[in-house]
Nanobody, 121 residues
Framework: QVQLVESGGGLVQPGGSLRLSCVAS????????MEWYQQAPGKERELVAR???????NYANSVKGRFTISRDNAKNTVYLQMNSLKPEDTAVYYC???????????????WGQGTQVTVSS
C-alpha cells in the first residue's frame, strides 16, 4: 500500500554532515507527522526528531542545535540535515510517518527500512 524509502546514509568523519531523505509513495491520502528514529547496536530505537503536518518540530536533547528536520508536503518527503556529527550518532536511522492510505480511515504507522550512518575517522 505505502512504502517509505530512506537514502543519504553513509560514512562520514566526526564534524562532518549528512542529509537523509525519506520518500513516501503509494496510495496516500494524507500524511500526518513524520519522524526520524535512530537505533545503535544493542540499543533500543529512539526518537531523534519529529515534524508535524503544520511544520512544528521537536528534537531529542542529544541532537538539538545540530540536526534539522524538514518536509516537502508536495513530495511526501521528510529530510534530516545532520551537522557536526559525532561518533555517538552512529546508528541505523529509520523514517516513520503517520499515513492515511487507500482502504484505511485513520492514520497508520509506516516505517522505512533504515539507512546506516557511521561517524568515524
Amino acid at each position: 500500500q505505502v512504502q517509505l524509502v530512506e537514502s543519504g546514509g553513509g560514512l562520514v568523519q566526526p564534524g562532518g554532515s549528512l542529509r537523509l531523505s525519506c520518500v513516501a509513495s503509494g496510495s496516500i491520502l494524507s500524511v500526518g507527522h513524520m519522524e526520524w528514529y535512530q537505533q545503535a547496536p544493542g540499543k533500543e530505537r529512539e526518537l531523534v526528531a519529529r515534524i508535524t503536518s503544520g511544520g512544528n518540530t521537536n528534537y531529542a536533547n542529544s541532537v538539538k542545535g545540530r540536526f534539522t528536520i524538514s518536509r516537502d508536503n508536495a513530495k511526501n518527503t521528510v529530510y534530516l540535515q545532520m551537522n557536526s556529527l559525532k561518533p555517538e550518532d552512529t546508528a541505523v536511522y529509520y523514517c516513520h510517518a503517520a499515513i492515511v492510505y487507500s482502504g484505511t480511515y485513520d492514520y497508520r504507522d509506516c516505517w522505512g527500512q533504515g539507512t546506516q550512518v557511521t561517524v568515524s575517522s
